[in-house]
């Protein structure tokens, strides 16, 4: 079991990933050019719920476990601790697919650029948004490593509010894309199917 030193270096260590993600993103957007984003206006909240997951997971790795229930502070149970760390490496690798599968295009305000190419390589091939799959992932293990149960689903229901504009807005913005909408037909949104759908436009 990872010691309260452990958790912390964990919440910091995925911290500082996601501000790197952050610099990726911005240097993207500057050399992709003009692009409309998706969902403008929940993208502070947006930004306000990912700053309160490590946040809320620093504070309960450093006080050795979540603020809920009866359980002993700082009490994580061998399993699931295990399963949440897989979920985590999980969630690490498919975020960093995508990042390498979209290379230039890839950033966090859901900018469409312009002149956008279709690309239906890597994780794209099984599903329309990985990236929010990885997300999603990381806000239910993260808080359940460092023992914040509690933290865990309130952090959950608040991702997936502000998600909801962000996916429409973006799939909006998506389908006005020349052979999109073509490449994507039948392709599921966030579960897999058993094999991947047959990619028209290779993507980088």
């Known amino acids: 079991m990872l010691s309260r030193r452990g958790r912390t270096l964990l919440v910091a260590g995925l911290g500082a990933v996601r501000l790197g993600e952050l610099a990726w993103s911005a240097r993207n957007e ?7 984003a998706a969902a403008r206006r929940s993208y502070p909240a947006m930004v306000a719920v990912h700053a309160a997951l490590f946040v809320l997971c ?3 790795a450093a006080a050795g476990g979540g603020a809920g229930g009866g359980r002993r502070r ?10 949440a760390m897989t979920g985590l490496a999980g ?6 697919w995508v990042i390498g599968t979209l290379g230039t295009a ?4 859901a900018v469409v650029p312009e002149r956008m190419r279709v690309v239906h390589g890597g994780p794209y091939r099984w599903v329309r948004h990985p ?10 293990c993260l808080p359940v490593a460092v023992g914040a149960y509690r933290e865990a689903v309130l952090l959950s229901a608040a991702n ?7 996916i429409r807005g973006e799939e909006r913005l998506l389908e006005a894309v020349p052979g999109y909408h073509e490449t994507f ?4 949104r966030f579960v897999p199917r058993w094999a991947p759908s047959p990619g028209r436009h290779p993507g980088g």
């Open 30 to 36: 500057r050399r992709a050019g003009p692009g409309r």
């Open 58 to 60: 620093l504070r309960a």
């Open 74 to 83: 700082g009490a994580v149970e061998p399993g699931l601790e295990a399963v």
């Open 91 to 96: 969630a690490l690798l498919l975020r960093l």
């Open 106 to 109: 890839w950033n966090v305000r």
């Open 131 to 140: 990236n929010y799959v990885a997300v999603a992932v990381e806000f239910a």
């Open 160 to 166: 997936a509010l502000v998600l909801v504009p962000r």
């Open 185 to 188: 037909a039948g392709v599921p």
